[in-house]
């Protein structure tokens, strides 16, 4: 069953960074992966994090790169561009993160290169572990993703995104965004209304 049809009308991903701080933050807000908050002029220390990272949608649509996406499928731009997936975040933060998985990151493991934040890396097996409170919307954007655009999850991955939906519940942020994105993009992410569908769908979007 699909509940999210992704959206249609912007395709330039540097025009929807001007909505993203514009629009979507223009007032201010909180950091995905730090929960730290900024006000309405832009901090130095943050940029737009791909929440479902761009190297995965350029090998799931099988381009040479990023560049080469967007010059030859109009898919990759609109997930590119789609608002549902960008979260403000730490640059820092964001370069540990990459493109590596999501993941329970085992504390002999862990690598806590910032102490003031709970943020996990382990570089050994390339994963990530944000704060709790950041689990919930990390799996739901993701969730939006693949169910949007058809894409897919690694099956390991695609469990532990189910069970963070459901021990993190929808903040009252994650609505006011939902609430903006639709005004400025006409799409919502059906799975913060409704995180209970996440239950639905997440084996049909796996692959071993």
Not at 46 to 63: G, Q
């Amino acid at each position: 069953m699909k509940y999210n049809t992704g959206q249609q009308k912007v395709s330039n991903y540097h025009y929807t960074l001007q909505l993203f701080w514009r629009d979507l933050y223009g007032n201010g807000g909180i950091t995905v992966y730090s929960q730290q908050r900024f006000g309405h002029v832009k901090p130095s220390w943050t940029n737009a994090e791909h929440i479902f990272p761009m190297a995965w949608v350029v090998k799931s649509l099988r381009c040479k790169d990023r560049k080469h996406c967007r010059r030859h499928s109009k898919r990759f731009k609109l997930i590119e561009a789609d608002l549902h997936n960008i979260y403000p975040a730490r640059k820092d933060l964001n370069m540990a993160r990459g493109s590596y998985t999501f993941g329970e990151v085992d504390i002999k493991e862990e690598e806590r290169v910032w102490l003031d934040y709970d943020f996990e890396v382990d570089h050994k097996r390339k994963l990530v572990e944000p704060p709790h409170v950041s689990k919930g919307e990390v799996a739901r954007a993701i969730f939006y993703i693949v169910d949007a655009y058809d894409l897919n999850l690694f099956r390991k991955q695609a469990k532990l995104l189910r069970d963070w939906n459901k021990i993190d519940p929808p903040s009252k942020e994650e609505l006011r965004r939902n609430n903006v994105i639709e005004k400025v993009q006409q799409s919502r992410n059906y799975f913060i209304d409704h995180p209970e569908a996440v239950d639905d769908i997440w084996q049909a979007v796996l692959f071993d």
